[in-house]
C-alpha cells in the first residue's frame, strides 16, 4: 500500500470534484483513499491543494486558448475536429499531425464547405490548432492502456487477501530483464556530428527478487547463452560467486525457474522462514511440484496487469541498471586510453560476461 497520489490519481481526484461538485474535502479524501488503497486518508490541506492547483490549470489554458486565433474560419469543421481527436485518446488511438490533417480535409467534404472557404490545413494550421486546444506530441510509455481499470482493483485486493498473513519482510516479488552488457552509450558530447556503430546485442537475463520492505538482499540470477562461457576459465558461476544458468537464447524457462525456486526454498528452510513469492504469468513461471516447496509459496499476478501491479516495474529494475552501469564507467577511463593508444577498438565491446560481476551486481540491489 502507499500513501502519496500520483500524477493521474490527482487528475482523476480533480475529475471526480468536477462530477460532484457538492463533494466536500471530507468525502473526497475518503474516496480517493478508498479508489486508491491508500494507506492513510489524505488530508483536507492536500484535496484543497490538488483541487487548486489543477483549477489554475485548465483557468490558464483556457485564457491561452481565447488569446489564440479568436477568429475561426470553420468552427464548425474545427470543433468536429476536436471531437475526433479526443474521442481517439479516449479509445487509445495514436495520432499523427498528417492524420489530424486528413481528417479535417475529410470533415469538410462531409459538410460540404464550397471550395472558395476550404482551407489548405498546412502544417501551420496544425501548429495553431494544437495550441489553441493544449495539443502536444508525446510518447506511449508502457502497457496501461491495454489493461482494464476493473481488473486492477480486483487484482490489488486479490494480492491484498492473499498477502495478509505475511509481514511485509516475507513477501517477495521476482521478476526477469534483459541487460545487454555490451551497449556502449548512443549519445557522445562532441562539435560536430560523427557517425554511429553497430550496436551490440550481447545480453544476458537477470531475474531480480526483493522483499517488500527492502531488508532482504537475495542473489540476482543470471541466464547466458553459453553453458561454460569461455571467460569463466573452466570455473563455474557458483565459483566465482554468482547464480549462473543457460539457454539457447538466455531467456528464462521452466527448468530454470523451478531450480531457483527450490533454491530458494532450501535457504528459506535454513533460516527457518516461510515467504510468498510473487511473480508475473509468463509461460515459464509455472511450478512442477509445489508440494516440494515447502517454505515457498507462489502467487501469480493476474494477466495483462503487471504495469501496475509488478513492483520490480516500480523503478527497481531501472535502478539496478542505473547502479550497474555507473559501476561499468568507472573503467571507462582506462579503456578510453587502450582505445586511443590502438590497443582496443572500443571501450564496452571487449566487456565479457565475467566482468559483470555477481558480487559487485549483487551490491547494486543493497
Known sequence: MKSRLSLD????????HLRNPSATYTELAAWA??????NTTPSKTTICNVIQRHTTQ???ADSKARSIDRDVTLPEVEQRILQWVLRCKELGVCLTGELIRKQAVAFCDELQVPMSRCLAFSKR????????????????????????????????????????GFSPYDVCNMDETSFFYCLSPHR????????GTKKSKKRITLALTTNADGSDVIDPLFIGTAVQPRCFNHQTGKELGFDYHASKKAWMNGSIFNTYLHALNDR??????KVLMLVDNAPPNKLEDEALLTNVSMKMLPPNTTTYLQTQDAGIIASFKAKV?????QNAPD?????????RTSCMRSLSLRQCDGRKMLGALS
Open 9 to 16: 490519481e490527482k487528475h482523476a481526484l480533480y475529475v471526480e
Open 33 to 38: 483513499a478508498n479508489m486508491f488503497t491508500l
Open 58 to 60: 485548465h483557468q490558464r
Open 125 to 164: 494550421w496544425l501548429y495553431k490548432f494544437q495550441r489553441k486546444h493544449g495539443l502536444t506530441s508525446k510518447i506511449q510509455h508502457g502497457e496501461a492502456a491495454s489493461t482494464p481499470p476493473e481488473a486492477v482493483a480486483v487484482g490489488r485486493q486479490d494480492i491484498l487477501n492473499t498477502t495478509s
Open 188 to 195: 557522445s558530447i562532441t562539435r560536430h556530428r560523427i557517425p
Open 268 to 273: 528459506m528452510v535454513s533460516e527457518n522462514r
Open 325 to 329: 552501469k555507473q559501476w561499468q564507467l
Open 335 to 343: 579503456q578510453i586510453e587502450e582505445v586511443m593508444s590502438g590497443a
